[in-house]
């Protein structure tokens, strides 16, 4: 049974950071990635990762700032966000990317970011 497992969320002021973890059990993927989801907002993209790590694809509001990255080993990706802005408040969830069915098919239970002006 496959299961994702995002933990770092919490508080902070404008500028501050946050690393994100996600820890995935039951089996390995190729493309793993974030995405986002606002109050009253649809979700939405914030970075897929290969599985070596070397091919990284942004949303447009987070280049430059945010930073995914994978331990492979440890099965773990991560999300490193810097310079956080008030609109990037939300519900972070980590996700996989399931070739068989050509979708994001897998999410993991989310976890919430709060940046305060």
């Known amino acids: 049974q496959v299961q994702l497992v995002e933990s770092g969320g919490g508080s902070v002021q404008a500028g501050g950071s946050l690393r994100l973890s996600c820890v995935a059990s039951?089996?390995?993927?190729?493309?793993m990635g974030w995405f986002r989801q606002a109050a009253g907002k649809e979700r939405e993209f914030v970075v897929s990762?290969?599985?070596?790590?070397?091919?990284?694809y942004y949303a447009d509001s987070v280049k430059g700032r945010f930073t995914g990255s994978r331990d492979n080993a440890l099965n773990t990706v991560y999300l490193q966000m810097n310079d956080l802005k008030p609109e990037d408040t939300a519900i972070y969830y980590c996700?996989?990317?399931?070739?068989?069915?050509?979708?994001?098919?897998?999410w993991g239970q989310g976890t919430q970011v709060t940046v305060s002006s």
């Open positions: 990762i290969s599985r070596s790590g070397g091919t990284t």
């Open positions: 039951g089996r390995t993927f190729n493309i």
């Open positions: 996700a996989a990317f399931d070739v068989n069915f050509g979708k994001w098919n897998y």
